[in-house]
């Protein structure tokens, strides 16, 4: 993290505000047998309705996978425009779970918060699923603040103005070391 940026300058967005884009971690045979094929209908019909209003960010296992998606894409008529791929393994698909909380900066500049993240209590492999935070914020080129609180992202709410709601029981607070002005 860049010592210089102040956290506190930044705001978490509403979920209702504008936004450019979309990040999913595609479905993939490596969590479990099947898991790829039961998923992916669900996948492509996401990625195709979402193109349509931002731009859909992918996290792809590796290269060989990235081009049997394209071709996937391409079948059903999604095709390639407006989505990005990147290559950053996962253990599982719920990005709002273990990816990055997007902040904004006084300036409109993007950041990117780094939750702790625990593989729902240890009960699941998260070895590469908590590094997606670091992985994104590199190749987006944006700073990381890395936050001592475990936050599963499907569990937090906020209004934009520093109000925040979240479920306790995905939750859990070490000493805070970062603000970004929450109320919550």
Known sequence: ??????????????????????????????????YQRKLESIWLE?????????TVDLCIQDER?????????????????NIRFYIIPT???WIRDNGPTFVIGEKGELA????????????YPHSLDKQV????????GIPLFPVNYV????????????????????????EPKISFGCRG
């Not at 102040?6 to 479990?32: I, N, T």
């Not at 996978?65 to 425009?81: H, K, N, P, V, W």
């Not at 935070?133 to 190749?139: F, L, M, N, S, V």
């Open 1 to 34: 993290m860049n010592k210089s940026i102040d956290p506190r300058k930044f705001r978490m967005p509403a979920e209702w505000e504008e936004q450019s884009g979309v990040w999913l971690q595609w479905p993939h045979e490596d969590k479990s047998r099947g």
């Open 46 to 54: 996401i990625t195709d309705t979402l193109k349509q209003h931002v």
């Open 65 to 81: 996978r990235r081009e049997y998606i394209e071709r996937q894409l391409q079948f059903y008529g999604i095709g390639l425009d």
């Open 91 to 93: 253990n599982d698909i």
């Open 112 to 123: 990117a918060v780094n939750w702790v993240f625990n593989g729902w209590g240890g009960r």
């Open 133 to 140: 935070p670091r992985q994104i914020a590199r190749e987006l």
């Open 151 to 174: 936050m599963e992202g499907g569990n937090i709410e906020v209004n934009g103005q520093g109000d925040l709601i979240c479920a306790r029981s995905a939750t859990l607070i070490s």
